[in-house]
């Protein structure tokens, strides 16, 4: 295990497969906002469509109260997922991969340490 914590190619190698899997999730964060985003301007507009259309007579009141009320509800989900804080893009720090591989050799040989000689092996 000693040999393989002090491969750092192994390591950044792990690493760049963590830091893609990351920056996927982000997108994916960021797509599934906009499209959330997007419902609710769209919501948005379909409702103030049917306050209009009930203004101008168009609309019976009855009808309008039921889709209305259906529509805001799925509105006010969107928006109290959406007033949640985003969580942060891009902000995480540069990792040195040699000290990642020190630090994992160090907790290792501190394992071992402790451990007795028929365990350790």
Sequence with gaps: ??????????????MEQAQARLQADEQAQATTRAARQAEAADLHRRIERYFAAFETGQLDPKHMR?????????????????????????????????????????????????LPAPRAK
């Design 66 to 114: 039921e889709r209305v009320g259906a529509l805001q509800a799925r509105l006010d989900e969107l928006e109290a997922e959406l007033a949640a804080p985003a969580p942060p893009v891009g902000s995480r720090p540069a990792v040195d991969v040699a000290e990642i591989s020190w630090a994992l050799s160090q907790a290792l040989g501190m394992v071992l340490s402790i």
């Design 1 to 14: 295990m000693s040999e393989v914590y002090r491969d750092t190619s192994l390591i950044g190698t792990a």
